[in-house]
């Protein structure tokens, strides 16, 4: 059974970094993609950025690249989304997502497992 557990959002001022982590557990590393979403309130869920567990491949979306870096560290078995130059348009609930895929199909289609999010509020 596939695990997923979210932390480290909170509470940052305009301009500020957060770091976000996804610890996972429960599948077989070499077959699973993770991925990063958020959802505002009154929007859909965006795509952030993924990462494919073995190899390492990173895909970002328009909105975070340049601001949002994924990682991986497998002897933790966690996925870190580090934030950087937040806006208040950054507030959302953030989650975690793991599917057998490849980080190039990060934003297409639906993925199969969930964490259940952490909030990010950025304000001053």
């Known amino acids: 059974q596939v695990e997923l557990v979210e932390s480290g959002g909170g509470l940052v001022q305009p301009g500020g970094s957060l770091r976000l982590s996804c610890a996972f557990s429960?599948?077989?590393?070499?077959?699973?993609?993770i991925g990063w979403f958020r959802q505002a309130p009154g929007k859909e869920r965006e795509g952030l950025s993924c990462?494919?567990?073995?190899?390492?491949?990173?895909n970002y979306a328009d909105s975070v690249k340049g601001r949002f870096t994924i990682s991986r560290d497998n002897h933790k078995d966690t996925v870190d989304l580090q934030m950087n130059s937040l806006k208040p348009e950054d507030t959302a609930v953030y989650y975690c997502?793991?599917?057998?895929?490849?980080?190039?199909?990060?934003?297409?289609?639906?993925?199969?497992?969930w964490g259940q999010g952490v909030q990010v509020t950025v304000s001053s």
């Open positions: 429960g599948f077989a590393l070499e077959y699973y993609t």
């Open positions: 997502a793991a599917d057998p895929r490849s980080a190039y199909a990060c934003f297409d289609g639906q993925w199969d497992n």
């Open positions: 990462i494919d567990i073995e190899d390492g491949t990173t």
